[in-house]
């Protein structure tokens, strides 16, 4: 018989969009008559279509599968060249220098984030900010990992600060934050670089947002930070960035900076032991995506993503405008296509998310799914489309 990773126990049954999808499905059956009613604000999907650059690269990139001269079996683990070019280069026109070799073509900021836990050992202590993407502590649960939290409360503004009586070694941190949707300024982030190069400690970094900051002054990359090279690892995605939810590209930025000793003395570098990993355990995203990739991340490329993203942060507007106007007091949907309220009446939040659906057919996603801090907060996404963000919105103007 198998002995089983039993740290699997201490996971909640269902990762919370599952959990979300679940009860969706369920209400749906027990109210047929409804099920054409819902509007679905829960999970970040996105609900535009892929751009032009995107979709003419996809076309192209399938006809070279098509001839035997052009035809690509197996490539590199770490991606391509070209794309990791692409991306440094999108990066050096956000004015951050990262060299390409340091950047991983993956399949997901959601894969790459929990498969990172891997690279350390289990004695760690592991900082992860409460509330956040559950993702850094089931991967870390599973791994029979122990995090300490950080409480991101209305008095941070949901951006916890370091505790310098608090020895790390690994810290998480989400900026723009999901699902808070605060963002850190450059001097907090200083402030955590600082003291993670005090600490020899390691920071694990999702920008996965990071497309989504409109104010200037705000920092879309860790490395924008001075000495960020030598504490931190970034993860991006084009999820969200470029609407490839169901596309699945993203990037982790591993520089060759990060040497750690091991026990016995020996250094050990990160990127290293990360491209070890990937090749072992990873035979790349498939060509022709990564090849659409690329055209994203060109100046016209994005400049098509950035239009996209105009159409969602309208619906952050069109939500944002509902709760000031109902004084309900949120945070995000200025730096992030997320919105986090306070549960109007003192409900919790798994509460609301019961009575909104049964009320007004509504999907939100309870903050509670993300940490305890959330309990009494609700995040809305603005993935929505402009018609069924308004209407979900005026259904709730009704409702409270
Ligand atoms: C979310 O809704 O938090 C995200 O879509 C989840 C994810 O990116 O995996």
Known sequence: MPKLNENYLNVQDSYLFAEIARRVRAYEESHPEKAGNIIRLGIGDVTRPLTKSALDALHRAV????????????????????????????????????DADDIFISDGAKSDTGNITELFAKD?????????????????????????????????????????????????????????????????????????LKQEAVILFDAAYEAFVSEPDLPRSIYEIEGAKKCAVEFCSLSKTAGFTGTRFSYAVVPKELVFAASGGQKLSLHDMWNRRQSTKFNGTPYIIQYAAAQVFTEQGM????????????????????????????????????????CPGGMESWELFDYLLEKIQVVGTPGAGFGVNGKYHFR?????????????????????
């Open 124 to 196: 760690n202590v592991i900082l992860v900010p409460d509330p956040v993407y559950p993702v850094y502590v089931d991967t870390n649960t599973m791994d029979g990992k122990h995090v300490v939290y950080m409480n991101g409360t209305e008095e941070n503004n949901f951006l916890p600060m370091p505790d310098e009586r608090v020895k790390a070694d690994i810290i998480y941190l989400c900026s723009p934050n999901n699902p808070t949707g605060a963002c850190y300024d450059r001097e907090q982030l200083k402030i955590w670089v600082d003291y993670a």
């Open 380 to 400: 809305l996404t603005s993935f929505g489309t402009h018609e069924k963000t308004r209407e979900a919105m005026e259904r709730f103007d009704r409702l409270f």
């Open 303 to 342: 400049s098509e993503c950035m239009d996209n993203i105009s159409y969602y942060m309208e619906n952050a507007r069109v939500i944002a405008e509902t709760l000031r106007r109902k004084g309900i007091p949120f945070t995000g949907g200025v730096n992030s296509p997320y919105i986090w309220f306070k």
């Open 63 to 98: 006809d070279e599968q098509a001839a035997a001269d052009t035809f690509k079996g197996y490539g590199p683990e770490q991606g391509y060249g070209f794309v990791r070019e692409a991306a440094a280069a999108y990066y050096g026109r956000n004015g951050v220098d990262v």
